[in-house]
């Protein structure tokens, strides 16, 4: 074909003649477009939580170049074990039927437009099952011709990840060649030994040099943000906080969450003012990873600290276990201290650098550590304390934080044995005793809202309602768990690649969608990558709890002259604060 001719030809003709040099630019193989199309289709199943176009977007991809990946394999194991052993009938029809360039050309062509408008077509259906989410959740919904940019952006992913796995295969082969041909080595062990290479390459750098690379620069750009301090966070000056000039804690120590914990707490006068009783100023004591040399040491500096505020003199005080950097949810210590005027202490320490999700991969051990070192020594110093003059010993965790406080105790006895009340909020799937009370569930009673042992001692709620299920006594010490049906972080596990839960099982939460499905391995990837959104949503759902536990505190901790009134005043001055940090920290 000359150039000269193209004027006279129409645009499907060209397209026509373009079609076999696209073809040996990209060199697609067939099977895996197929296969990647349908996984890409599971990509956008429903799942737990809503997703915008471009998160949705990169997972999709994610899922398209593995199916793409599994196709592969499929087509090769095909050419190579099956076809050859084919019965030689099959084989002589299969000869006798040779199809013309044409009609493989068209067959590619039809490939590829049916992968293209399969995906917008179950973007369109997606988008509606974002929508129905969106709408349980109080969210904006989304409009379907924005969403359907997820397909583009999915593309590029799989381009990318196409382009890097044939970079590294261009480098195998290469290396093959080096070995056989320069340094004469014979093929029979230049191909063997080209293999052992890339593994050895591979190995070094994702399970060693990279891991251990990444946590360590992970580790190190996160003690910088450690060390940044919020312009709103102020030195304290009252006795009753770590980090103020009487404190065996120093400020410059405690760490950027630690720094906001103290500073940001309410004053006697503040809560004087929305409780309308007389106050007393709130006592917190924290220890960075900063303020003493081992996890130990970081414990008994916490019980020091107590000891200086004569935090034992309060009616409550509260072990937080923190999650990652050492953040504690400021609406949980402020619900303690507007419920009990004041006359609280509580105690945290931090334990990583890391936010919670890398700690969880990568340290998940150090909060366990940390939570049974701190729930021990302050227990140890507590129980040298006549009864009568005892303050009510709490615990608390959220995420990673109640898989720490989990571990300082055995089992259900040891709770009620050593303190006063528990309140675990957003527990991950692995947490040992919140497993163990789940499986053991009264039969009939559902995963999502178990109850066990009648609720004698452990109850489950998303609402303040559901803690007060069965409708029979509490007894004292409380165990107190909150999980949202659509908290990705408390059903993520392993099992969900080829078991299906008992809470896909049973009828659907309020807030999760009719049209979730479990599919073997699909699942679990939609639900891990839940993970990245889980508190991307309005509080009440995923990994948000507000002001929900207050409702909580005042079910585990029965603060003698609680009313409905004083709790609805109480929610309001925690929304004001919540409002205000947002916008401040």
Not at 247 to 262: C, N, Q
Not at 352 to 380: I, T
Not at 427 to 456: C, K
Not at 558 to 579: H, K, N, S, V
């Amino acid at each position: 074909m000359t150039t000269e001719s193209w004027p006279g030809e129409s645009l499907p003709t060209r397209i026509w003649g373009w079609l076999p040099a696209v073809e040996h630019a990209i060199r697609p193989n067939y099977t895996g477009v197929v296969v990647g199309a349908i996984f890409f289709a599971w990509s956008v199943s429903p799942s737990l939580l809503p997703r915008e176009w471009t998160f949705q977007g990169l997972v999709s991809g994610i899922n398209a170049i593995i199916g793409y990946g599994v196709g592969c394999v499929l087509d090769w194991a095909f050419r190579r074990w099956v076809r050859p052993r084919l019965p030689a009938s099959v084989n002589r029809w299969t000869g006798l039927w040779q199809p013309s360039d044409r009609a493989r050309r068209i067959t590619k062509i039809v490939i590829i437009i049916g992968a293209a408008v399969g995906a917008a077509a179950v973007l369109a259906r997606s988008a509606r099952w974002q929508r129905d989410l969106e709408t349980l959740m109080g969210m904006a919904p989304t409009a379907t011709p924005s969403y359907l940019r997820t397909e583009l952006l999915a593309a590029a992913t799989v381009a990318l990840v196409i382009g890097a796995y044939r970079t590294v295969r261009w480098f195998f082969r290469w290396l093959i060649r080096v070995l056989n041909i320069d340094w004469r080595i014979p093929r029979a062990v230049a191909v063997p030994g080209a293999v052992l290479v890339i593994v050895v390459l591979s190995v070094l750098l994702f399970q060693g040099v990279l891991a251990k690379a990444f946590f360590s620069v992970a580790n190190s750009a996160f003690s910088v943000r450690n060390g940044n301090t919020s312009p709103s966070a102020i030195q304290p000056q009252l006795p009753e906080r770590s980090g103020s000039p009487q404190s065996l804690a120093p400020w410059h120590t405690l760490g950027s969450e630690g720094r906001w914990f103290v500073s940001y707490v309410p004053t006697a006068a503040r809560i004087a003012e929305v409780t309308g009783k007389p106050a007393r100023e709130p006592i917190r004591v924290y220890a960075g990873l900063e303020s003493a040399e081992t996890e130990q040491d970081i414990a008994d500096l916490v019980v020091k600290e107590l000891d200086r505020t004569n935090a034992w003199e309060r009616k409550a005080l509260v072990v937080v276990t923190t999650t990652g950097t050492g953040w504690v949810d400021s609406t949980t210590a402020e619900s303690i201290e507007f419920m009990y005027g004041g006359d609280s202490a509580i105690a945290a320490t931090q334990y990583s650098y890391l936010p919670s999700v890398l700690s969880f991969l990568s340290d998940k051990q150090k909060a366990a550590d940390a939570g049974r070192l701190v729930v021990h020594a302050v227990h140890e110093r507590w129980a040298t304390l006549a009864p009568e003059h005892r303050p009510k010993l709490l615990i608390y965790g959220e995420s990673l934080g109640s898989q720490g406080s989990e571990a300082a105790f055995t089992g259900l006895d040891d709770i009620r044995t050593l303190v006063d009340g528990v309140l675990w909020v957003g527990p991950p799937n692995s947490n040992r005793l919140w497993t163990q009370f789940t499986e053991r569930r009264d039969p009939g009673t559902p995963e999502i809202l178990p109850i066990y042992a009648d609720g004698l001692a452990v109850r489950f709620g998303a609402t303040a309602d559901d803690l007060k299920r069965p409708d029979r006594q509490w007894l004292s010490p409380r165990i107190g768990y909150l999980q949202h049906a659509s908290d990705p972080i408390v059903w993520w596990s392993p099992d969900l690649l080829f078991t299906q839960p008992d809470w896909l099982k049973e009828p659907r939460g309020s807030d999760v969608s009719r049209s979730i499905r479990w599919w073997p391995i699909v699942t679990f990837w939609q639900i891990s990558a839940d993970l990245a959104h889980a508190q991307k949503v309005p509080s009440g759902h995923g990994h948000r709890y507000g002001t929900t536990v207050l409702d909580a505190w005042a079910q585990v901790a029965q603060p003698a002259d609680w009313t409905p009134e004083l709790a609805e005043r109480i929610r309001q001055a925690l929304d004001e604060d919540i409002t205000w940090e947002y916008a401040h920290k």
